[in-house]
């Protein structure tokens, strides 16, 4: 395994096939095999570089695949990992599969060395193993008695998620998509169908799967043992039988859930027998770790009275009742009071983000994600990870909602998993990852296919002996320049194609010529102008003071390029209230100028030399200038503001200098000075939940749109900081921050003692942030995809082009594709995003990153290798943008449907027959509904009372441009216990579910969605912990509402500030620390967050909205 | 008798700023008109005078509504009752009681007949301050700024420190400075693109509310000025290192001009915004708006030619064939204003200095309606701008300055009389009144005018219309009376009085024609037909002036000359008469009334001037004078004629506009020969000196400022002296070439001679 590992890394680029047979021959022959993938190693100077990769990819996913094959060869195609870890979860259910192990035992060892994963081959197996697993997930609602037995695995829980998982893959199995599938089939090529052959495969998974399913299990059985360690609880995952239920043979193990699942025919459960009735639900790897809890969970939930009591009950009480009528209330007796809910499901049988979380962490984590092979899903966006760049790009740069893609637009209309890429084109990439080659090919610029004008990338085929290349995207055959020529070795590739960024890697950059320029000359540098309302809220606030100050050292910290001694940036400065105020800072001044315009209806820039300046240059007179601005308006009266005069002189101010550049606007109050854009408060809560809520949202006047469409050809980006006591109608101020790229901040009832820390940090990361100007982003894709739709914070002018006026390393623009033609399953689909921008130093330059993806003729495929988080977050995005035009209740319906559409396509398609009863979730989608939820309860399209349109308005927007991984943290926020782990630990405490449930009163917990902070501190909390972080003496002496925890010296208080310091590095917004005590009057502020609860607003808890889910999808089933 | 009226007139101008075209009056409507020159006069309404200081009260004023004429030498006085009665209308009026004391032999001075012209202060009301707004083009050559900032840094030191001074920039925008501010320098921005009503730039400044000192005066302080809110304008002693910094920090208009563009000047809205700021802030305060420009209009409201410099300005030419695009409009946009300012009682003078032309012809109406300066120059760094600007702060002998504001003029008339307008840096008040004629000469239909600005040399042309019928005589030995009564803001900031009553004697043409024609003055006659003449041509075309000239002359040869019937030969003219056909001819060459060669700005220039100079120097517009110096004699004046030019002399024209030096041939030669230097010759280089310490004289005194050319026979601007004078001797008689006498000169102009020739010829003719 050793071998394998440290092979990868050679040959990044390797072409999959031709190393294959190594492989497969691993695998195959495999099962013994292990030794066999040495070999193929050895031979990697033949087939050279494909190896390497592969091994890796192999590693990490194969492994499970190929562990699938070894039981039943044809079968496996499931995930490998998905077996390993069904194997554990089997163990348990093993009963069943009886059979299974022995097989297993084989199988397993093929993963073994194929995956090698040298070092942790466990944990590399359970990682892939989940994904894979995500097959499905049968959620059987059923009942949760049996998990609170568990309980008592408590410590487990943790490995127990996993396993669970595992089983689910099992379930998966079926389905699994060609990748894994390969193995399965395995027999030879598993190897090279891991790198994505799996088109053959699958077929023959589809029928295998149940004997595969199984089979895997049990021989990742043997593998979670050692992971798990104790695990024997994992057993109790019951996973199993889960697996057997959807496939087909499951149903009658687990079935007895299923029926549970159904409510009514609750009474059935007793079939399972199985100690995990309740669990069946798991089948599908979530459940299982649902169950698993039992074992794993217990412990921590045990807390949960919940739990604690009903353990022993459960079982019997199989039957689990999605609906709601159908509760068959044996168990409702047991339960205790508080889940007299009329499901009593149990919430920790039913699929846990933490839990998937924890256990993609734990499998995917330590080992890099090598993008060499096509289709691959990476690891969730909550695990850290370290991404090797081998000819794709990194999943820092684009994720998509599924890697593997529907062959025909009608599987894709069956399915209705949106096909969506998320891309942040300029994401910043930790340290250990190169940022992306500057590639620079002279005069000529970037070589590009004459028809598609994609850019040369390492999917083009060269031909002809290298003289020709045929475009990957639209088949068009090309000349290659002569200046470009390069023999071809005999596998066809390029000789030089390892000293290519362009021809190996999957993101890279080319200079542009100035051919790519507007106006066809080189950019200027780009500009910064930082825009300062002066009017009497902001001068009393102190706003204006602060922000002077700040800005007199915050200017040494423009951002620069490379080693550069200075930016490049110049810089000017406006200040306004219902006038404008330019200021030339010439140096050669003695001192500073002011110009006032006062011709707002018709604005314009009053100078040209003396405005933007070099900040060194100019240093004295703009310190004067910054330490004159709150005094010359120290006593101003003016109250009136105006906001569209402010954007429009700063965009041309950009335009007189013929430069890009940004807009920093720091603005109080709703412009209502007799200006262009005027606005008039026209907040009315009484709209919500009315037809005419959309108008919250949507702006007062167009004269916003007209002026962002200036900006972004000037290349004119907005930054917004907002500091407003009343409505200021962020709906309509945002709209040209939006459009332009560029970012709100909103600081409510600003006052600088309590918000000046948060203002200013935003402020400097936002100052000091890397940005790319006047961009435009143009994603190509193969024939037959196309991309339809595009949502984010930019602005188009036609139907392709993504224009930026300004981009971050934070914007992100998530892309529909929508098929067109068919796909081809051997070429599989490529996407190629382009994306133009000019530097902060003002050099032109394209970045391009490139992806190629699957395709499948069968459905099980599709689903096995999606991507929930990215899925949740082109779907908050397209009801966020649903909400400007339909009411928020269709667009909340909307969302249910397609939901309730995505799952029930999947049971009808690929989970194994089963009874209606029994919700069954895929492995890769078991978090759905509690992500769906979640963004149903969200303030936007469910917003509590305290919830005020401007905040609304405001969410709206930052969702609009965030990643996936802000979307995760933001919709299910991070709940982390303070006290639990030792105090020496290091790591970041495990998370535990927004639930009120598992708040122990005695703990401290941190709760953090990326935009807000919160300290919960339980009433019975030890004195001694009261003392060592608030310094007071008990818990009612701690002030309520605090922001700031005192610098005590002493390991807690240190450990504490410096998590909250670490969770706001990771964030790209400073998250202002609100503490809350329980049984405060601010709890209800902070509850709002525990998002599997029940809202005060009316959302539903996790385990209603799951039954509702499963209502909605036996609906469109019958 | 000659003798007499010369005295007679020369008197009456010193005492009263007044010359009439006839010093006797018809007395019928009928006879009046057929005398051909109207009965006018020119009315320099400020005359210094040394010997006239003001009195400290005020003028009592006639009773009836009406009339409203001041007690004045002429009026009827019944020392017993107290009673006085109107000499315009004979009302009777009672004195007021400050008038108690009055007697034969303790009369108050308007009553003493020296003083039909006198002056009161009126103590009443506030004192405004004076009020300079700095208008200033920065599209200007590096040298031309620096030379217009030091000459603006410099006249703050000329203001009164009580004045209040204000700073607009412009090029491609306009900047409205505050002067109040330390630390930071702060200016209002305009686009120089966008015309603004008062009120939205007012708005714009943030003077919406009233900022009226006027209200706030403090009899108690009189030095103190009122607080003044605006930080616009304030007073120069507490500003003035501020603004001598800001002047000195002055930028040339940063805007990028491309290679083939004009610069964007902005000045229509520059100008639109210092009116709009006064207006707002000094409504009828005395105000000079200055603008210095260093070329045409070229963007915005009031643009005169486009930014392309391939497309030129317009010319006469183009004027002629309707081809001056933006004439029109810009022309209007200037005139709107200028009635504005006008009607604020401020004014604005135009500092002009370009090689080529900066658009005077649309702007002209600023400074003429508005009784502001015109100053045309080649640079602002020449002594010709440098020096007449300082001249506009010069000082009289009192150590006031020679400027006045917002007056009115009002002038009435006894009951023979109308008056038919007035021509001169004035507007209409449009007050119609009962001695207001139907026909309107010049500016009419209005008894009263609002002249903005004037000095003591300002003079208006006022044309009036005898109305009595010529079957009601009216008795012999009775006199007409006209009362000029002209209210103004004295430099000092007093509010003035100046009340000049005059009157003639009736005249029956029929029996004393004899003796109305001695008392022809034909000098003023000349300008007052002149000033006709150029008000026409500034709506006329150029032909039809002339003609109308034409037929004035001949019809008044007519009327006065003596001859036979068809016999030109017979023709003559007597001496109040002679020169006056001869003002005619130099005044159809002058540039008046000729375009060809001048451009629409310099007869712009040329006219603007004309029309506000007293009597002497129209004179000189229209036929300069020309001295001769040689070794022959002392100086003397010479005919301005082609055979003044000998080779032995010296000329010296004056031409007002000019001041040249020609060194005939010889002299010339001489010169180039050192001989001067020679101490032997030192007569010839005291003969070289003299002209130039005469033109050094002339210099000194005259605004504006004339061009001074130096030249020698043969020199290229020696053109300025030939294009002058009588072409005697062309290349068309050449008879004259060889002869002593003179140097031909190249035109088909018609000389005097051929133009007396013709006019004798249909003087006598019986066809006309």
Redesign the interface.
Known sequence: MNVNQSAPPVPPFGQPQPVYPGYHQSSYGGQPGPAAPPTSYGTYNGPGPGYQQTPPLGMSRAPPSTGAPPTSTAQAPCGQAAYGQLGQGDIQNGPSSSTVPTQRLPGSQPFGSPLAPAVSQPAALQHYGPPPTSAQVTAQLAGMQISGAMAPAPPSAGLGYGPPTLLASASGSFSNSGPYGSYPQGQAPPVSQAQGHPGVQPPQRSAPPLASNFTSPTSGGPRMPSMTGSLPPGQGFGAPPMSQPNHVSSPPQALPPGTQMTGPQGPPPPMHSLQQPGYQLQQNGSFGPGRGPQPNYGTPYSGAPTFGSQPGPPQPLPPKRLDPDAIPSPQLNELPPQQKTRHRIDPDAIPSPIQVIEDDRNNRGSEPFVTGVRGQVPPLVTTNFLVKDQGNASPRYIRCTSYNIPCTSDMAKQAQVPLAAVIKPLAKLPPEEASPYVVDHGESGPLRCNRCKAYMCPFMQFIEGGRRFQCCFCSCVNDVPPQYFQHLDHTGRRVDAYDRPELSLGSYEFLATVDYCKNNKFPSPPAFIFMIDVSYNAIRTGLVRLLCEELKSLLDYLPREGGAEESAIHVGFVTYNK?L??YNVKSS???????????VA?M?V?????FLVNVNESRAVIT??LD?IP??FADTRETETVFAPVIQAGMEALKAAECAGKLFLFHTSLPIAEAPGKLKNRDDRKLINTDKEKTLFQPQTGVYQTLAKECVAQGCCVDLFLFPNQYVDVATLSVVPQLTGGSVYKYACFQVENDQERFLSDLRRDVQKIVGFDAVMRVRTSTGIRAVDFFGAFYMSNTTDVELAGLDANKTVTVEFKHDDRLNEESGALLQCALLYTSCAGQRRLRIHNLALNCCTQLADLYRNCETDTLINYMAKFAYRGVLNSPVKTVRDTLITQCAQILACYRKNCASPSSAGQLILPECMKLLPVYLNCVLKSDVLQPGAEVTTDDRAYVRQLVTSMDVAETNVFFYPRLLPLTKSPIESTTEPPAVRASEERLSNGDIYLLENGLNLFLWVGASVQQGVVQSLFNVPSFSQITTGLSVLPILDNPLSKKVRGLIDSLRAQRARYMKLTVVKQEDKLEMLFKNFLVEDKSLSGGESYVDFLCHMHKEIRQLLS | MMTTYLEFIQQNEERDGVRFSWNLWPSSRLEATRMVVPLACLLTPLKERLDLPPVQYEPVFCSRPTCKAALNPLCQVDYQAKLWACNFCFQRNQFPPAYAGISEVNQPAELMPQFSTIEYVVQRGPQAPLIFLYVVDTCLEEDDLQALKESLQMSLSLLPPEALVGLITFGR?V?VH?LS?E?????????GT?D?TAK?IQ????LSKPAMPMQQARPAQPQAHPFVSSSFLQPVHKIDMTLT?LLG?L?RD???VTQGKRPLRSTGVALSIAVGLLEGTFPNTGARIMLFTGGPPTQGPGMVVGDELKVPIRSWHDIEKDNARFMKKATKHYETLAHRTASNGHCIDIYACALDQTGLLEMKCCTNLTGGHMVMGDSFNTSLFKQTFQRIFSKDFNGDFRMAFGATLEVKTSRELKVAGAIGPCVSLNVKGPCVSENELGVGGTSQWKICSLDPTSTLGIYFEVINQHNAPIPQGSRGAIQFVTQYQHSSTQKRIRVTTIARNWADVQSQLQLIEAAFDQEAAAVLMARLGVFRAESEEGPDVLRWLDRQLIRLCQKFGQYTKEDPTSFRLSDAFSLYPQFMFHLRRSPFLQVFNNSPDESSYYRHHFARQDLTQSLIMIQPILYSYSFHGPPEPVLLDSSSILADRILLMDTFFQIVIYLGETISQWQKAGYQNMPQYENFKHLLQAPLDDAQEILQARFPMPRYVHTEHGGSQARFLLSKVNPSQTHNNLYAWGQETGAPILTDDVSLQVFMDHLKKLAVSSAS
Do not use: N, T
Request: hydrophobic residues 40%.
């Open positions: 006038v105020h330019f001044l003695a001192q500073p100028q002011m110009m006032v315009v006062s011709d018709d314009f009053p100078l040209l030399d003396g004067s200038l004159q005094e010359i | 925008m900047q505050e501010c630390g930071i320098s702060k200016s209002y921005v305009f686009r966008k603004l939205q708005d714009m400044l943030g910094d920090e930028q940063p805007w990028p």
